[in-house]
């Protein structure tokens, strides 16, 4: 079993609808808020380019659809039938990241910026232990750590389909040996988390262009690995040939 991973940003979002169902086009259509709008689009047309790479789809990208379960996690349709496919969705500041693994994987994915965070954040939202390891890591390097717990705490809860529902104090991240200089040509590095209720999750994070990705699972899986770009123009004008 596998994890893939594919990431888009705004500039690589087209500036037509073409590649939305009906429905999805109802549902923009009610969004007023300009940034809503266009972070919705992001990660749908994020999610769509995985899914289609992922099971090499001849479809349209309009006959692919997203929408979100009861517990707000998202859950891929093809031609209006549930997919045999599962994805977890995050965006953050103009970049979209959508993870895929097969029906029945408890995995999720999130998307930090590293950015200055206060004291009564760490109070409000960590646990104690990830607040002794804040205090023991040089001040160059919190606002990195704060960001990575951040998210794979935020991984977890979307791996457990509850999003911040529950308390964040009752998942306990911990990166593995994330101080130490990375081997060359190693991408993600790897992620544990811990919750209350007695799951542990394995998992992985990365760092590109001051943005942290993290990816959790039950079992641990191996690293993520990219998913391929279908082109704008293909993944557009390719009609599903059954239709």
């Not at 859950?75 to 549930?82: A, G, I």
């Not at 994987?105 to 954040?121: N, V, W």
């Not at 390097?141 to 979307?158: N, Q, T, V, Y």
Request: proline share 7%; hydrophobic share 40%.
């Amino acid at each position: 079993m596998n994890l893939t991973w594919f990431e888009q940003n705004e500039a690589d979002v087209p500036p037509d609808n073409q590649w939305l169902s009906e429905r999805e086009l109802l549902g923009l259509a009610a969004m007023s808020i300009a940034k809503r709008r266009a972070d919705w689009r992001l990660g749908r047309w994020t999610a769509k380019q995985a899914v289609a790479a992922v099971l090499n789809l001849p479809i349209a990208l309009a006959n692919i659809e997203i929408c979100p379960a009861p517990s707000g996690a998202p859950e891929v349709f093809l031609n209006n039938h549930p997919a045999d496919i599962a994805i977890s969705l995050s965006h953050r500041d103009g970049t979209a990241l959508c993870t895929a693994a097969p029906i029945g994987t408890i995995f999720g994915c999130d998307l930090e910026l590293i950015e200055p965070r206060s004291d009564a954040f760490v109070s409000d939202y960590f646990t104690a232990d990830e607040k002794t390891l804040v205090h023991q890591t040089p001040e160059e390097k919190r606002a990195l750590l704060l960001a990575l717990i951040w998210s794979g705490k935020e991984s977890a809860l979307k791996a457990l389909r509850v999003g911040l529902r529950l308390d964040t104090t009752c998942m306990s991240v911990r990166p593995v040996a994330w101080l130490q200089p990375s081997k060359r040509g190693q991408d993600w590095h790897r992620l544990q988390v811990c919750y209350s209720a007695g799951q542990g999750f394995g998992g992985w994070w990365r760092v590109q262009n001051n943005l942290v990705r993290t990816v959790v699972s039950d079992p641990p899986l191996s690293a993520p690995r990219r998913a391929p770009s279908i082109g704008r123009d293909v993944a557009c004008d390719v009609s599903f040939s059954g239709r």
